[in-house]
């Protein structure tokens, strides 16, 4: 038996107001048809005013807790995977905890943008297998619609707002239950590739994202199926005894084309992509909620987690949950 993170519940939370494409073309020079050709989103939920990254997160870890079964006072670890944090600080994942009422535990924020919550998940493995805590809390949670520069249609179509959230507990399991390999990644040298361009120590203004969507596609089909081939020879499996994989919700055309390299069928891909568009840091955790929900996903299932985002950062994770 081994001390491993276990996946107990999952939740979700998305901000009440859903944009369609046409909406967008009355704001921007840009269509439907464009949209859904290039990158297969449909819709977006944008937050309002009193939508925040903390609210939405505490809002899909309260759902996330309810499905574990558990108290916020069990928790002993808040992780929280953002780019668009309440405030520059405290981190995000003291609010949260604020807002849940969770009494004294271990409470941090993770900057990886869209890979953010591959890298909280992986350190929240780390974390709970060394004994650190024993029940965990891994948020992903955006904000994106206050970094788009609205006049930049190359950009603003691509994003939404959003949250997702998992419990995970520290269990004695035999070798093929819980999280079972986690891979990391970054190359900085292609930090200007995707890149908001302010922040606090350099323009002290928020920022817009600015993208070279071309290079960031090119990298992502090619970095996220390497690293799912890294997971799964970890895990000593074939790509054929996934289940469910769930990637990161960025185009369905990257989706499509890392799941044919893998030589998986669509049928076992979980895709939101058309209803969220990019939620970043939210949209794994979102889509893992939703399959779960909807019993796709049930228990004994090996599930793979990828992402990719700005540094670049690109990460991947396997699990039977
Ligand atoms: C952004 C993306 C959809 C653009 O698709 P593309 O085929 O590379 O398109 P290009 O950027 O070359 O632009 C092609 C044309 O469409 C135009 N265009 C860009 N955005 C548009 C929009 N929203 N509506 C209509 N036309 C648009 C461009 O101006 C360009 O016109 P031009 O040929 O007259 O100059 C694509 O590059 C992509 O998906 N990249 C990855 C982005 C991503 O997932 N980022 C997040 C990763 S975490």
């Known amino acids: 038996m081994t001390r491993r993170a276990i996946l107990k519940g999952t939740g979700s939370a998305l901000p009440r107001t859903r944009v369609s494409n046409d909406e967008l073309a009355k704001r921007v020079d840009t269509s439907d048809e464009w949209i859904v050709e290039r990158t297969g989103i449909r819709f977006r939920h944008i937050a309002e005013p009193d939508e925040t990254t903390g609210t939405l997160g505490a809002d899909a870890a309260r759902e996330?807790?309810?499905?574990?079964?558990?108290?916020?006072?069990?928790?002993?670890?808040?992780?929280v995977a953002t780019a668009t944090p309440d405030n520059t600080f405290p981190a995000t994942a003291t609010k949260i905890q604020a807002m849940l009422g969770a009494p004294d535990?271990?409470?941090?924020?993770?900057?990886?943008?869209?890979?953010?919550?591959?890298?909280?998940?992986?350190?929240?493995?780390?974390?709970?297998?060394?004994?650190?805590?024993?029940?965990a809390l891994v948020i992903g949670s955006e904000t994106f619609s206050r970094i788009l520069d609205w006049e930049d249609r190359a950009t603003c179509v691509?994003?939404?707002?959003?949250?997702?959230?998992?419990?995970?507990?520290?269990?004695?399991?035999g070798d093929d239950r819980g999280i079972l390999a986690?891979?990391?990644?970054?190359?900085?040298?292609?930090?200007?590739?995707?890149?908001?361009?302010?922040?606090?120590?350099?323009?002290g203004t928020v920022g817009h994202v600015r993208m070279q969507g071309r290079e960031v596609f090119r990298h992502a089909v090619t970095n996220l199926a390497s690293v799912l081939g890294e997971v799964m020879a970890d895990v000593g499996l074939p790509a054929d005894a996934i289940d469910w994989i769930v990637p990161h919700q960025a185009n369905k055309r990257i989706i499509d084309a890392t799941a044919k390299k893998l030589g998986l069928p669509a049928e076992r891909v979980v895709l939101t992509v058309d209803q969220h568009a990019n939620t970043s840091a939210a949209s794994v955790p979102l889509a893992l909620d939703l399959a779960v929900r909807d019993g796709r996903i049930k228990r004994g299932d090996l599930v793979v987690l990828e992402a990719m985002g700005g540094g670049f950062t690109w990460g991947a994770a396997v699990l039977r949950v």
Do not use: W
């Open 182 to 203: 986690t891979r990391l990644h970054a190359e900085g040298q292609y930090c200007d590739m995707l890149y908001v361009d302010g922040g606090p120590s350099t323009t």
């Open 105 to 135: 535990c271990i409470a941090f924020d993770v900057a990886a943008v869209c890979s953010g919550f591959l890298y909280a998940l992986s350190v929240a493995d780390s974390m709970l297998r060394t004994g650190a805590a024993n029940h």
């Open 158 to 173: 691509l994003f939404g707002d959003g949250a997702g959230a998992v419990v995970l507990s520290a269990e004695e399991v």
């Open 64 to 79: 996330a807790l309810k499905a574990a079964g558990l108290d916020a006072a069990d928790i002993g670890l808040i992780i």
